[in-house]
Nanobody
Framework: QVQLVESGGGLVQTGGSLRLSCAASGADFSRLDMAWYRQTPGKQRELVASATNGGTIMYGNSVQGRFTIARDNDKSTVYLQMNRLKPEDTAVYYC?????????WGQGTQVTVSP
């Protein structure tokens, strides 16, 4: 059983930065595929960024060039550095892990970007 705990959300002004962290436990972190998703009310959960256990990194079109995902296998943690934030980035951000094709989710952390 993989447990994920996110932190780092909050309120920031347009153009500001935040860094989200997701600490994983319960499995060998180096074998997990990790990702960040976000969701706003009434909309489907959207992939923000992913980092596989093999080092492949992908970003959603709306965050390309502004967000950076990074994983620290020694700390069993994945990060999402968010720069040049926009009001449309406001959402609940969820950490996601995949292990043996089974998905795991964190509890979510709120990010609010004020105009």
């Amino acid at each position: 059983q993989v447990q994920l705990v996110e932190s780092g959300g909050g309120l920031v002004q347009t153009g500001g930065s935040l860094r989200l962290s997701c600490a994983a436990s319960g499995a060998d972190f180096s074998r997990l595929d990790m990702a960040w998703y976000r969701q706003t009310p009434g909309k489907q959960r959207e992939l923000v960024a992913s980092a596989t256990n093999g080092g492949t990194i992908m970003y959603g079109n709306s965050v390309q060039g502004r967000f950076t995902i990074a994983r620290d296998n020694d700390k069993s943690t994945v990060y999402l550095q968010m720069n040049r934030l926009k009001p449309e980035d406001t959402a609940v951000y969820y950490c996601h892990a995949k292990f043996w094709a089974r998905p795991y989710w964190g509890q979510g952390t709120q990010v609010t970007v004020s105009p």
